[in-house]
Structure formats: C-alpha cells, structure tokens
C-alpha cells in the first residue's frame, strides 16, 4: 500500500516570499504519479501541479514549482512570490498507474498561512 | 466548460435516514471517483467507475453504502440508514481517463443529527 506523509501541519509566510511545503511518499511501485492539490477556505479542491514519475525534468505551473527526487521518494512544491490567495490548505497525492484503480492516496494536508 | 458538480451542497439528516449524494462530472470524463473527507484530514477514496462499470469499492466503509452510475455519466452515492459517524464532506471526482489528473466538485457537506 502507498502512504503519502506531510510532515508540517501548519506553515505561514510573508506575502511575496518563498515557501516550500514538504510531502515524501512510499511504494514499491515504478510507475505513478504525484500531485499538489490547494483547498482554499472555500474547501474546493483545485489542482496545482503534476508530476509524472518516468519524467526527470521538475513539472513547473507559472508560481508553483516542484522538486521530485524519485530517489529520496520526494515530492516538494515551491511557491514564489506568495500572495494572499494562496493562503489555503495543500495536500500532496500519490496515484499507481500500473494498476487497474486510479485511486488518489493523499497527505493530511499542509495548512499555508500568506502573512500580508 | 462546466466543472464537476455535485447536490445537495449541503445535507441535514437525522440518524436512520436515508440520503442520495448526486454526482455529474465533467462531458466526456469516463472515469469518476467517490471520496470522503473528514475535517481536517485528505480526502479518502470510497469507490471508482470506469464508465458505468463499478471497477473498485473497496473503499466503502460497510454495507450500508453503495453507488452505481448507471448510465455513465452522473453518478449516486447512497447512505442507507445513517449514523452520526457518517458526517462528512462527500467529494466527487472525475478524470478524462484512468491514471490522468482528477477534478473534484464542491462537495457535499453531511450532516448526521
């Protein structure tokens, strides 16, 4: 079984600064994808990002950024330029697409406070 | 285009009813997902369907809970004989195709009284 772990539970940051929100994951499996999904006050669930495993090059989404270590089984999401909207809570995903369910594992979740 | 969407968006029921949580995803996507999510915590997977074929439930906590999406397309979660441990958020999501990103509607929130 697949386990997604977010080890900081709450992080804040000052408006237009940098931020990186930890997610490390585990399984035995070579062929998956990861993803970075933002739920804001309004508790939507918007995706920010993906990153598929077969690929070395880092996904980028104008702001948001990843850092995929395969290796290390990390998945790490920079935002820059924080702005107030981004204040919500980030939660990384794990999806095997080896197999015939697509389930989403997710994290518990990072809740982002942007400090104006 | 028009998103996933999901009704009620809220449910107020008392303990031993019955309730149906509507689902219609986004044109097209043959994949769509039932997860529940608990405040606080991530959304937890509940059961798949891979256009009207229902590929995984193992998920769904007992017996008291199924789904079916007939006919493809909107699907129905149902809760038969609820308990105050039911309530939760109840999301939906659908995909354009099995392994490809997942879009999640608004969510209905249950709540067992």
């Known amino acids: 079984a697949q386990t997604v772990t977010q080890s900081q539970p709450e992080m804040s940051v000052q408006e237009a600064e940098t931020v990186t929100l930890s997610c490390t994951y585990d399984?035995?499996?070579?062929?998956?994808?990861l993803f970075w999904y933002k739920q804001p006050p309004s508790r939507q669930m918007i995706l920010v990002i993906r990153?598929?495993?077969?690929?070395?090059q880092n996904a980028t989404e104008n702001r948001f950024s990843v850092n995929f270590q395969k290796a290390a089984k990390s998945f790490s999401l920079k935002i820059s330029d924080s702005q107030l909207g981004d204040t919500a809570m980030y939660f990384c995903?794990?999806?095997?697409?080896?197999?015939?369910?697509?389930?989403?594992?997710f994290g518990k979740g990072t809740l982002l406070t942007v400090n104006p | 285009g028009a998103g996933v969407s999901q009704s009620p968006r809220y449910k107020v029921t008392k303990r031993g009813q019955d309730v149906a949580l509507r689902c219609d995803p986004i044109?097209?996507?043959?994949?769509l997902y039932w997860y529940r999510q608990a405040l606080g915590q991530g959304p937890e997977f509940l059961t798949y369907?891979?256009?009207?074929?229902?590929?995984?439930k193992s998920g769904l906590p007992n017996d008291r809970f199924s789904a079916e999406r007939p006919e493809g397309s909107i699907s129905t979660l149902t809760i038969q004989r609820t308990e105050q441990r039911d309530s939760a958020m109840y999301r939906c999501?659908?995909?354009?195709?099995?392994?490809?990103?997942?879009?999640f509607g608004p969510g209905t929130r249950l709540t067992v009284t």
């Open positions: 999501a659908s995909s354009p195709a099995r392994g490809h990103e997942q879009y």
């Open positions: 399984t035995s499996e070579n062929n998956y994808y």
């Open positions: 990153q598929e495993a077969y690929k070395q």
């Open positions: 995903a794990f999806i095997y697409s080896g197999g015939s369910n697509y389930k989403l594992t």
């Open positions: 044109s097209g996507h043959v994949s």
């Open positions: 369907f891979n256009y009207e074929a229902q590929q995984d």
